[in-house]
């Protein structure tokens, strides 16, 4: 059974500052994606990771996937107020195409 | 116009009762999917659609239904709500099985 596990999943964290969400899974898969939700609204995709080394960059975001290490990382630079919301990582299994989420991380950026 | 809708946005509802929540797409997309969403939790898939004929249970299908009328449409039926059904659920499609697309929700509420 697959599994997916984000930690932290509560940051709190000043604007300016760096930081990085982590996202580990139980099984082997070559997709994975992260997604962002502010309170009370829809998911918005941000990244898609289909390949063992992918690195994204958006702004002040960057995801990486290492399938090796069933681990991938939202790295978060020079962090603004416009980023604060949760944010999810979901891992796709090969059988059925079905998406595993993990619980999300709540990200709080201070003025 | 949004690419995925769900209607209704809010509904509240008593125990017993049965409902149903609707979504549409305009995404010519074959697979559609619903989720349930409780506060603080990650997402947790009820049923998917990979076409009109193919119709799969997902991790919490106890207690609900689904119908997939055309490529476009499919629903969610609570044939008898109960308490422990109030949550945010979401419509998903998705082409190829790769990253998918939410609708905006629906809040639901049993009483």
């Known amino acids: 059974e697959l599994k997916v596990e984000q930690n932290p999943l509560f940051l709190s964290m000043q604007e300016g500052k760096n930081y990085t969400i982590y996202c580990n899974y139980s099984?082997?898969?070559?997709?994975l994606y992260w997604y962002r939700q502010d309170p009370g609204k829809s998911l918005e995709s941000l990244f898609v990771?289909?390949?063992n080394g992918a690195v994204k960059q958006e702004g002040r975001l960057m995801a990486s996937l290492d399938t090796k290490a069933r681990l991938s990382t939202l790295h978060i630079t020079a962090a603004v107020h416009d980023l604060s919301a949760t944010y999810f990582c979901?891992?796709?299994?090969?059988?059925?195409?079905?998406?595993?989420w993990g619980a999300g991380t709540k990200l709080i950026i201070k003025p | 116009d949004a690419d995925v809708t769900q209607t209704p946005r809010n509904r509240i509802t008593k125990t017993g009762k049965r409902i149903m929540l609707e979504c549409s797409q305009t995404?010519?997309?074959?697979?559609m999917y619903w989720y349930r969403q409780d506060p603080g939790l990650g997402l947790q898939l009820i049923y998917y659609?990979?076409?009109?004929?193919?119709?799969n249970k997902g991790e919490i299908s106890d207690g609900y239904s689904v119908s997939r009328q055309a490529q476009a449409k499919f629903s969610l039926s609570l044939e008898s709500a109960i308490p422990n059904q109030t949550a945010l659920y979401f419509c998903?499609?998705?082409?190829?099985?790769?990253?998918?697309?939410f609708g905006p929700g629906t809040r639901l509420t049993v009483t």
């Open positions: 995404k010519g997309h074959d697979r």
């Open positions: 998903a499609t998705s082409d190829g099985g790769r990253e998918q697309y």
């Open positions: 099984t082997t898969s070559d997709r």
């Open positions: 979901a891992v796709g299994m090969d059988s059925n195409y079905q998406l595993i």
């Open positions: 659609s990979f076409d009109v004929k193919d119709i």
């Open positions: 990771l289909l390949s």
